[in-house]
């Protein structure tokens, strides 16, 4: 069965430091990856996706994703975080002709000053 | 501007009421999703619909109902045979299937307090 595990359920960070948020995913073939972010008492929104091609995938507020298929990953990274940043983070993951994704149980980001 | 909007965004209930959580989108998405969402177990979907006069439950419909009459509404009752309601609920839609495009867009949601 399909699955997504983010090992971490938060991480601290301080303001200007770079970020890594692991997402790793089991899926018999090449799925379709996505990393979300919402912000305290609001909705999600899509930050990045992957579904074919170059492995690194940029994404909008400076994020990127690098899909690894030998190690089923698709970590999320920033080089430099601002405390605007600090939201919790959801890897999902899908494949075609599905009618819903498969998510990740999230990562809450805490920035320090 | 397009978007999702549901309402309320805060509600209390008592126990052995329905409740029921609106969700308008005026983005012409065919399909409409809605998710609970509890701290530490990510997004779980309760229905989906592709289409008008048409949805199906899923992971975990038991004890709501939704009903699917307009392209814009998605309506979900809590009914009272649901048994640990207290969430916070998320409305979305999609312009085809979930897991072929992956962006699903969001409301900004409504949590539920069953006191």
């Known amino acids: 069965a399909q699955s997504v595990t983010q090992p971490d359920i938060h991480i601290t960070v301080s303001e200007g430091a770079s970020l890594e948020l692991r997402c790793n995913y089991s899926?018999?073939?090449?799925?379709?990856l996505f990393w979300y972010v919402q912000s305290p008492g609001q909705g999600l929104q899509l930050l990045l996706k992957y579904f074919s091609g170059d492995t690194l995938v940029q994404g909008i507020k400076g994020f990127e994703a690098e899909f690894k298929r030998s190690q089923s990953s698709f970590n999320l990274r920033k080089p430099s975080v601002h405390w605007s940043d600090a939201a919790e983070y959801f890897c999902a993951v899908g494949a075609d002709s599905n009618y819903q994704l498969i998510w990740g149980a999230g990562t809450k980001l805490i920035i320090k000053p | 501007d397009g978007g999702i909007t549901q309402s309320p965004k805060y509600l209390f209930r008592k126990e052995g009421q329905n409740v029921t959580l609106s969700c308008e989108q005026n983005l012409n998405h065919d399909a409409m999703y809605w998710y609970r969402q509890d701290p530490g177990q990510g997004l779980r979907l309760i229905y989906y619909?592709?289409?008008?006069?048409?949805?199906q439950k899923g992971d975990i419909a038991e004890g709501y109902s939704v009903s699917r009459e307009k392209k814009e509404s998605f309506p979900l009752t809590v009914t009272s045979a649901q048994k640990n309601p207290t969430a916070f609920y998320l409305c979305a839609s999609s312009r085809g299937l979930a897991g072929n495009t992956g962006e699903l867009f969001f409301g900004e949601g409504s949590r539920l307090t069953v006191l």
């Open positions: 619909s592709q289409i008008v006069n048409d949805f």
């Open positions: 899926y018999g073939a090449t799925p379709y």
